[in-house]
Structure formats: C-alpha cells, structure tokens
C-alpha cells in the first residue's frame, strides 16, 4: 500500500496550545498535501509541499519535510476550538503515470478545548 | 465559483437497488475524482478521470460504474451493493496534476 501512517492518531490540547502531527510515507514523492475533515463531511486543503521544498508557512499553519526520511510535519500554533477535526497528509507518487493518484495517510484526530 | 458539489447528501438503498451519485465543478478542473471513506479512516482512491477519459481504476468491484458526461460532470452508478459498501462517498476534482484537490461534501450511503 501507498499510504502514508500518521501519529499519532488522536491528539487533545488545550486552546492556545500547539499542535504537532506526523506523517511518514513508504516511496519517494512528488508533493505532500495536508487537509482538514470536520467529522462526516469534504476534506478542505491545507498546504502543499513539494519534495524541493523543507517548510512553509500559511497563516498558522507550518509543514516541514524531510525526504531522506521519508516524513512531514504539520504545526498549527495557538490552536482555536474551531481546529477541532481530522488531519490528513496525502502523497502524490512519481511512479504515478497520471500524476493525479494521492493516497492519503491514516490521519489524526485532534481535539482542542476550549 | 470554488465549489464541488455532490448530490444526494443521504442516500439509502437496498442490495438489489441500482442508484446514481452527482458530481459537479464549475472551476474548469480537468481531473476529477471518486474516493470512499469508511469511518474513522482515510479516503481511499476509487477512480480517476483525466480530461473525461478513465486514467485511474483502483480494482473497484464492477458494481460501481464511473461516468463522466462532460468535463463538469461525475456520475458513480451504483448496482447490487453489498452492505459492506455502506461509506461516505466523496468526489473531488484538480485544476491538473500534481495540484490540490477540491472535495465535495460527500453522499453518504447506507446500503440495507
């Protein structure tokens, strides 16, 4: 399988607090995506990184990447109730002779108290 | 316009029902596709149109048939379902390759 693992799986912080989750992935890349799922609807895209790249930024959000380990991370800082959801990573492969297969990770569930 | 959407949002059948799900963008994505959702776990790719032809097909079982009338329109015709089909079924579409993907707010089936 091409799916990424990500820890952990659940995750509950105070608001206010950091939130860090990882992402490891088995073959090499073309891009790493992050997205947002609030319970039982559409995933809602973050931020995507490409395999040149080792970290960017979008608003609250930071994704680093580390390719010789085959791995990301994704912090979002002063977490808000509203960040309350599940957290995906989704690879795209160069094996892919479409470019258009992602495959997502098994995701983290992050609650945030208010 | 930056919306996919997806009808019906609820859809009950039973295993010897034949039903179809929508999918529609308007955002000129030439790339468009099917994935399903099991709770608690991640989507899983389902299909792949690429320009209106069929790219990608990840072994799905022929009770599920893809169509894709124009290049706004994904339809998933559903035929003799297994209760174990019962998912969240979620379109998506990209302006191309390698680009982010845009989802609907999926149907959710239930097959009895």
């Known amino acids: 399988s091409q799916q990424g693992e990500e820890d952990p799986q659940a995750l509950s912080i105070q608001e206010g607090e950091n939130a860090t989750m990882n992402c490891s992935y088995k073959?090499?890349?073309?891009?790493l995506q992050w997205y947002r799922q609030n319970s039982g609807r559409g995933l809602v895209h973050l931020i995507l990184i490409r395999s040149n790249e080792r970290e960017k930024h979008s608003g609250r959000l930071r994704v680093t990447l580390d390719t010789s380990k085959k791995s990301s991370s994704l912090l979002i800082t002063a977490s808000r109730a509203a960040d309350t959801a599940s957290y995906f990573c989704?690879?795209?492969?160069?094996?892919?002779?479409?470019?258009?297969?992602?495959?997502f990770g098994t995701g983290t569930s992050l609650t945030v108290i208010p | 316009d930056t919306e996919v959407t997806q009808t019906p949002k609820h859809l009950v059948m039973g295993m010897t029902n034949k039903k179809s799900l929508k999918c529609e963008q308007h955002?000129?994505?030439?790339?468009m596709y099917w994935y399903k959702q099991k709770a608690k776990k991640p989507p899983e790719l389902m299909f792949v149109y690429s320009y209106e032809k069929l790219s990608i097909n990840e072994s799905v079982p022929s009770r599920f048939s893809p169509e894709c009338p124009n290049s706004s329109l994904l339809n998933l015709h559903l035929h003799a379902l297994q209760p174990e089909d019962s998912a969240l079924y979620l379109c998506?579409?990209?302006?191309?390759?390698?680009?982010?993907?845009?989802f609907g707010s999926g149907t959710q089936l239930s097959v009895l």
């Open positions: 955002m000129g994505h030439r790339a």
């Open positions: 998506a579409s990209s302006r191309w390759r390698r680009e982010k993907l845009f």
């Open positions: 989704a690879t795209d492969h160069p094996s892919s002779n479409t470019g258009n297969q992602f495959y």
């Open positions: 073959t090499s890349i073309n891009n």
